[in-house]
């Protein structure tokens, strides 16, 4: 007869992604707000403490006075003095104490503590953030331990590491979304950090095995639920899920063993997902032929004499020849980026993807940061618009707003392209002019690690250089879509990005980017 045994199944949830997370600089105010609540709180100890000072004198010198006077009552009430005082003390002074010690100290801090709750990041944020650091390990393939430990690249301060909570936090986030494969990385980290001896504030190691060893199960290794439901065990005796669930286990191996059940095979491996994308985001680029490579120059580039770059011709950089992608290096002012900046932190808004088929927009994971739209009536932005147009040549009064995006945890946007493709009859209705031709992307800020532009259709590698652009045209000079640029923000390892783009449109360049038939 063949038994069954019920699997019981641990239950979670999730929760939708907030705002502070997408952008570095949005983040930087909840610093600001801890630091206010850090500094409200010691001074709430700082006037419990000296409160409890007054109360452990006043108790001292009580104690030593009783010791005293309870050793002769009589003798010692024979003195007025001491009698006056005795029921002074009863009369007032414990009465005085007693409202010392029903004072709550508390009150302006909690109050503190109300209003800058309503500021808080919601349960969605901590998501968000959660799903960030999973992106960047997949991306940068990197190992857990490393993670937890904090030991990133380019990181000499401000190293953070994960406590066995933190591991434990990150792994159910992925067990809520039923990613087993990140909930077995970081539970086994978490139990991992607990076995070498360090003491957890709110998890203890029944609940992490507990979700461990049915993680393992959901990814077909029953070899390994086994083993750690055996590890629970051996903590709680009598956990009544875990006896349930060993049996499932031993019973399900033992058919396995006997050939009467198919043997799974563990789905120990996470979904591919952008596997070219993310091999270029680690720097593992499409090595050009000797033949190609040697087309690629550095130049001074003054447009063919443009009046305002003979004297001051800019700095060209072949990046890539198919598409032709080129580096204008030191086009952007120290001063002009961090005006750009600081117009555009109070500004910041989620970013959102395009969806062309009832041309609306919406957030998604697809992109992580939070922009702002700059427009030419600003100084900075009509400077260096017009630099655009010196450079490229092109017509910028049907070019759209300049469009300041900052990066958050993990920042990045998936692979897409700029242009609407041939089959929308009419590209952005709304302005009227024609699709997006070119592509103009200042870098306005360093970048420890990560963050840089990627072409996975043909292999390119844009590194984030500040005060940098580049350059690139989304349509063939028949107008045709050009799939090839297809491109992508990787994420951002260690600190924060921030862009400024430009795209110009098909209206107005007429004379100026002349059209073909060819697609070329």
């Given at each position: 007869m063949v038994v069954c045994y019920l699997l019981l199944i641990l239950i979670g949830f999730t929760s939708a992604a907030e705002e502070f997370y997408s952008s570095i600089d949005q983040?930087?105010?909840?610093?600001?707000?801890?630091?206010?609540?850090?500094?409200?709180?010691?001074?709430y100890?700082?006037?419990?403490?000296?409160?409890?000072?007054?109360?452990k004198s006043w108790a001292?010198?009580?104690?030593?006075?009783?010791?005293?006077?309870?050793?002769?009552?009589?003798?010692?009430?024979?003195?007025?003095?001491?009698?006056?005082?005795?029921?002074k003390r009863l009369n007032k002074d414990w009465s005085e104490l007693e409202i010392l010690v029903l004072t709550n100290l508390s009150e302006a801090f909690i109050s503190k503590l109300s209003i800058g709750r309503q500021n808080f990041p919601k349960e969605g944020e901590q998501t968000g953030a959660a799903e960030a650091l999973l992106r960047l390990q997949d991306t940068?393939?990197?190992?857990?331990?490393?993670?937890?430990?904090?030991?990133?690249?380019?990181?000499?301060?401000?190293?953070g590491s994960l406590t066995v909570d933190d591991c434990y936090d990150l792994g159910i986030m992925a067990y809520n979304k039923n990613d087993f494969y990140h909930t077995v990385l970081w539970l086994s980290q978490a139990f991992r950090q607990l076995e070498q001896g360090e003491t957890p504030v709110t998890?203890?190691?029944?609940?992490?095995?507990d979700y461990l060893s049915f993680s393992f199960y959901k990814q077909g290794d029953l070899q390994r639920a086994s083993e750690f439901t055996k590890k629970l065990l051996e903590i709680d005796p009598v956990h009544d899920r875990a006896i349930k669930n060993q049996k499932y286990y031993e019973f399900h191996l033992e058919q396995q063993k006997?050939?009467?059940?198919?043997?799974?095979?563990?789905?120990?491996?996470?979904?591919?997902?952008?596997?070219?994308?993310?091999?270029?985001c680690r720097g593992d680029s499409i090595e050009l032929t000797p033949h190609r490579r040697s087309g690629l120059f550095c130049r001074y580039h003054d447009n063919h004499r443009h009046p305002n770059l003979v004297i001051g011709p800019v700095k060209e950089e072949d990046v890539w020849d198919q598409p032709h992608i080129v580096r204008y290096h030191d086009v952007a002012s120290e001063e002009d980026m961090e005006m750009i900046r600081e117009w555009a932190k109070p500004k910041l808004k989620r970013s959102k993807v395009n969806d062309y088929k009832n041309n609306q927009s919406r957030v998604s994971t697809v992109r992580v940061s939070q922009n702002a739209w700059m427009d030419d009536t600003y100084a900075v932005a009509n400077r260096l618009s017009k630099r655009v147009g010196y450079v490229t040549g092109l017509e910028m009064t049907t070019a759209e707003q300049m469009q300041v995006v900052n990066y958050g945890v993990g920042g990045q946007y998936e692979p897409h392209v700029d242009f609407q493709g041939d089959d929308i009859p009419e590209p952005y209705p709304k302005l009227g002019t024609g699709n997006r031709i070119a592509t103009w992307l200042f870098y306005i800020s360093d970048v420890q690690a990560g963050g840089a532009t990627v072409f996975p259709d043909v292999g390119a590698i844009v590194e984030p250089i500040k005060g940098s652009a580049?350059?690139?045209?989304?349509?063939?000079?028949?107008?045709?879509?050009?799939?090839?640029?297809?491109h992508?923000?990787?994420?951002?390892?260690?600190?924060?990005?921030?862009?400024?783009?430009?795209?110009?449109?098909?209206?107005?360049?007429?004379?100026?980017?002349?059209?073909?038939?060819?697609?070329s």
């Open positions: 983040m930087k105010e909840l610093l600001h707000t801890e630091k206010d609540l850090v500094t409200s709180l010691e001074n100890i700082q006037a419990e403490e000296l409160k409890l000072e007054q109360i001292q010198k009580l104690a030593n006075l009783s010791a005293f006077a309870i050793q002769d009552p009589e003798g010692f009430l024979g003195h007025p003095v001491n009698a006056f005082k005795l029921l940068y393939e990197l190992d857990t331990n490393t993670l937890a430990k904090g030991e990133l690249p380019g990181i000499s301060q401000f190293r998890v203890g190691a029944v609940t992490i095995l006997t050939g009467q059940e198919t043997t799974e095979t563990p789905k120990t491996g996470r979904t591919k997902h952008n596997a070219v994308y993310e091999r270029l580049v350059l690139w045209y989304n349509l063939y000079l028949n107008g045709k879509g050009d799939y090839r640029t297809r992508a923000a990787c994420p951002v390892l260690v600190g924060s990005k921030w862009v400024a783009n430009k795209w110009m449109h098909e209206r107005g360049q007429e004379f100026r980017r002349r059209c073909s038939l060819e697609n």
